[in-house]
Each structure stands twice: as C-alpha cells, then as structure tokens.
C-alpha cells in the first residue's frame, strides 16, 4: 500500500494505475470479439454497408404475451424486491419447465434466477471454486467460460475436441484430463460456438466417467437447448439418475429461447447445498435480478401455446437461415464446417487461407482474417482465437436472410482474392 502511495506521488502514471488494479481484473483478457465488433458498429455509423455475422442474440422481439406480462407487472405495482434468489413463483414456473421439458424434479428451493446465464454462471465459480481448483472446459467454449473461472482463482484446463468427433468432448478426453484438483467439467450443449449437439450416449458415458470421481461437478450449460434442428435433441445429462442430478449445476435462462437477452434472466438448478451457496453469494453481490424481469419470464414458461408457437416460428427460420448459409459456404474449397445442429452459429476452418496473403497483407490467424475481411468487403465475423478455436472464425445466422446470402457472397469474394 505505501509502495502505490509513493509511486504515485513520484508520478510514474503508468505504473501507479497498474499496481492500483487488482491482479484479478487485470488477469481477465480483453475480448478480440469486442473489438471486432466495435469496429464493425462505427463503420456502420459512418454508412458503411456492413453485414455482421457478430450477433449473439436472435433478432427477433420479445413476443407480445411476454411483454403484457411486465406491463401487468409494472400496473399491479410490483416494483420491490423480491428475494435474493427470485419470486417463488418464478422458480416454481421454472421448476415446472423443468419436469416437462427436461423430466427433472427440482424444488424451487433447488433454483436461483439470476442476472442473465452469464451471472448464473459466474455465481456458479464462485460458490464451488477454491483457488487451484481446475475446471475442465472442452474447446471450442464460450469464450467467458475460463475468464470466469479464472475470477474465481480456479484454472481453466482446455481439453481439444477434434472435429472428426463434431467437437464433442468424448468419455476418454475426459477420463484423461482429470486430476485430483478437478472440480467441475463444463458442459454446452448445444454449443457456442460449434453448434454441436452431444447425443444421450455420448452424455452417458461423460456421466460414468464424472460418477467414477468423487467431488467432480458438471457444469451444464443449457442456454441454446430449445434452438435444435435436424431432428437432434438437446438432453440434460442431469436426467439420467439421481446421482449425477446430484454432482450437475444445470446453467439456462430466457435469454435465447424467447428472445430476451436484454431483460437478463437466467438460473442454476442444483442440488440444495450448492443453490444455498449461490444464493447467499447473490444475496450480497446483487440482490434479486430485476422484480418486473422476472414477472416477464414468468410469463414465458407459463404461457405454452403460446411460448411454444413463438419458439416453433423462430427455430423453422434460423433452420432455413442455416441451410442458406450452409449452401452458400458449400463448394468453397477454401473454407470448411462441421454441420452445426444447434444454436445459431457456423464455425467456418479458414486454415487453408493462412499463410496468404490480401493486398500484401498475411493473413496469419482468424483475427488478422477477421480484420481484412472487415476493412476490405465490409463483413463482420468472430474470430476465434478467443474460443479456443484459432484456425476458425464463427458465423451467427441470427441475422435476415438477404444478408447471410450477401455476406457469404462478399466472404467468397476475399477468400478468392488471398494469394
Ligand atoms: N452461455 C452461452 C454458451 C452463451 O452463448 C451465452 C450468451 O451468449 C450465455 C451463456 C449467456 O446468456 P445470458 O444472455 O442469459 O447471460
């Protein structure tokens, strides 16, 4: 503390700033997908025709029946807190999807509904891990997975996921990256960004392996489950038998299935300890999750006509948005994908075009791909480096359709301009 104090009254800025931020914050990387994304939205302020296939959110509305529901809210006057870890009748409302969608009994004392999945997430680290505990992520992740866990003094341990296997972790990966220091393997399925959904066998088996360790948790991440296509079917490994319900952290929300990633709802669904542990933590970092955000996903699970027509709508055109995108991409010898099953994302292999170069410019990883293709065809991609995944870049086709076909168009275009 005197060390800081002395430094800044000698004035050397740089330094004094540094020592006065904590080694956690400073420990979280910058995201590369911000700055892309950034990027993209000043070309676009400036009237730029960008096409951007940045986007993490369905861009459809809120259905209506939802929003009635926190209009309803607001008119009955439920402007207060509410309990730390959500209204009773939300996580009654949830714990009721969760029977009938998931076949999982949940009390909802089991649940806490907090600040979006991404909050639940990181209450999730932080209720279950000591510092040098390993958390087991396959790649590609989600690119907040192991700065989360690195906030909570745990470390991230990468497991590479091959693509002969469409990115899915397998039993014997698993079995291999255990230690007696892991705490949790994390779970997403479907996944972001791969869109690879796990079978039930292949959920098994990761299953046996975790049951076979004592104090190993899974941390399954749920978010995408409703957005499947080809027939697959997302399944929570929690619902094979109580004992891995037990060991699982069930991670989920409103954010992607009703299109409401601007009212920041999500929840964990564990067993009691662990939602005690989260609950407490919340109680002191946020309180409850906003009262009339809450009141609108309370209408979303209880609606199911129409919850269930709105869900139908969004995933036949993010199916029909796929295929476009797909067809587009297909007979492109440059680029290569692993048909996505699920989510709203295309991971697109760009290894063939590294080492080339665009107007003099080499092209040496997905960010310097990511970047030419921005300033020189005016299309917007994630790079993705950042999701353990460095010869990829991630398409989402959350966007209109003249757009994927315009986009994929304009990407064709740059990959047959490297030389
Ligand atoms: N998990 C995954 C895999 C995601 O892709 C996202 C958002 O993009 C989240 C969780 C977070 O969702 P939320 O908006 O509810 O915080």
Same mark, same amino acid.
């Given at each position: ?23 956690? *914050? ?46 309803? %809210? ?20 949830? %714990? ?110 990761? *299953? ?23 027939? %697959? ?179 064709? %275009? ?6």
């Amino acid at each position: 503390m005197d060390t800081v104090i002395y430094f800044t009254l000698l004035g050397e800025g740089k330094d004094a700033l540094q020592m006065k931020i904590s080694k956690r *914050a400073r420990n979280v990387s910058p995201s590369l997908t911000l700055e892309i994304t950034a990027k993209a939205n000043k070309m676009k302020s400036e009237g730029v025709d960008v096409v951007s296939f940045g986007a993490g959110e369905p861009d459809f509305n809120t259905p209506d029946f939802i929003i009635e529901g926190a209009k309803k %809210a607001l008119d009955e006057g439920r402007t207060k807190y509410t309990p730390a870890s959500g209204t009773l009748s939300l996580r009654s409302a949830i %714990a009721a999807k969760l029977k009938r969608e998931n076949g999982l009994d949940y009390a909802p004392t089991d649940i806490v509904v907090s600040n979006g999945a991404k909050h639940s997430l990181h209450n999730v680290f932080q209720a279950i891990t000591d510092p040098g505990d390993e958390v087991i992520i396959p790649t590609p992740y989600w690119l907040t997975y192991p700065e989360l866990v690195k906030l909570a003094g745990g470390v991230p341990v990468f497991v590479h996921t091959s693509p002969e296997d469409d990115f899915r972790l397998t039993a014997d990966e698993l079995e291999k990256a255990v230690t007696a220091k892991t705490k949790a393997v994390l779970i997403n399925t479907p996944n972001n960004p791969s869109g690879a959904v796990y079978c039930e066998k292949e959920l098994r088996r990761l *299953a046996e392996v975790v049951l076979k360790h004592g104090g190993i948790y899974v941390i399954s991440d749920e978010i995408y489950e409703n957005l499947v296509y080809d027939g %697959a079917k997302a399944v929570s490994i929690a619902s094979f038998s109580d004992e891995i319900k037990q060991r699982t952290i069930i991670v989920n929300g409103v954010s992607k299935t009703f299109s409401m990633t601007g009212w920041r709802i999500g929840y964990t669904a564990s067993n009691a300890e662990v939602a005690k542990a989260i609950s407490g933590l919340q109680s002191h970092m946020t309180s409850n999750p906003n009262t009339i955000a809450q009141y609108a996903a309370e209408a979303a699970y209880g609606n199911l006509e129409k919850g269930g027509e709105f869900l139908g709508g969004m995933v036949k055109e993010f199916d029909a948005r796929r295929k476009l995108l797909m067809e587009k991409l297909d007979g492109e010898k440059e680029l290569s994908y692993i048909r996505p099953h699920g989510a709203f994302y295309v991971m697109v292999g760009i290894k063939q075009c590294l080492g080339r170069k665009y107007k003099g410019r080499l092209i040496d990883g997905a960010h310097a791909f990511a970047e030419a293709l921005l300033e020189s065809k005016n299309v917007a991609v994630i790079p993705c480096e950042s999701f353990g995944a460095p010869y990829f870049i991630r398409l989402s086709y959350a966007i209109s359709r003249d757009d994927i076909a315009k986009g994929a168009d304009r990407i064709k %275009a740059f990959v047959n301009e490297l030389c």
